[in-house]
Nanobody, 128 residues
C-alpha cells in the first residue's frame, strides 16, 4: 500500500521554525517530483513548494520564498519542508504529494491536480 505520512507540524510562535517531513512507503518516489501544499480554513488548497526528482529544481510560492526550503533524501524516501520566520498567515494543514506523471523530469508542477498521491496532512498553527 502506497502511503505518504507527514510529521513535524505543531504550534509555534511567530518568528519560529518548524521542519516538516514526508515519509513515503509502499513504493520508491525517487524518480518523481514531490510537492508541499497547504490549506487554511475556508480557503482552497495552495501550492507551497516543489522539487523535481533529483533536487536540481525547486520552487516556492511567493508568500514563502526566502523563508521555506524544500529538500529530499532518496535514501530515506523522504521529503522535507524547513519553515523559518513563520507568521500567522502560514497557519494551515500542510500536505505532501507525489507527481507520478513523469519519471526523471527536470521540473515539478504547481498544480494540485497533477499529483496522484497525497498524505493525510499535518497541522501548523502560528500564534502572534
Amino acid at each position: 500500500q502506497v502511503q505518504l505520512v507527514e510529521s513535524g507540524g505543531g504550534l509555534v510562535q511567530a518568528g519560529g521554525s518548524l521542519r516538516l517531513s514526508c515519509a513515503a512507503s509502499g513504493r520508491n518516489f525517487a524518480s518523481h517530483a514531490m510537492g508541499w501544499f497547504r490549506q487554511a480554513p475556508g480557503k482552497t488548497r495552495e501550492f507551497v513548494a516543489g522539487i523535481n526528482w533529483n533536487g536540481g529544481s525547486t520552487g516556492y510560492a511567493p508568500s514563502v520564498k526566502g523563508r521555506f526550503t524544500i529538500s529530499r533524501d532518496h535514501a530515506k524516501n523522504t521529503v522535507y519542508l524547513q519553515m523559518n520566520s513563520l507568521n500567522p498567515g502560514d497557519t494551515a494543514v500542510y500536505y505532501c504529494a507525489a507527481d507520478l506523471t513523469y519519471a526523471g523530469a527536470s521540473y515539478y508542477s504547481t498544480e494540485a491536480s497533477e499529483y496522484e498521491y497525497w498524505g493525510q496532512g499535518t497541522q501548523v498553527t502560528v500564534t502572534s
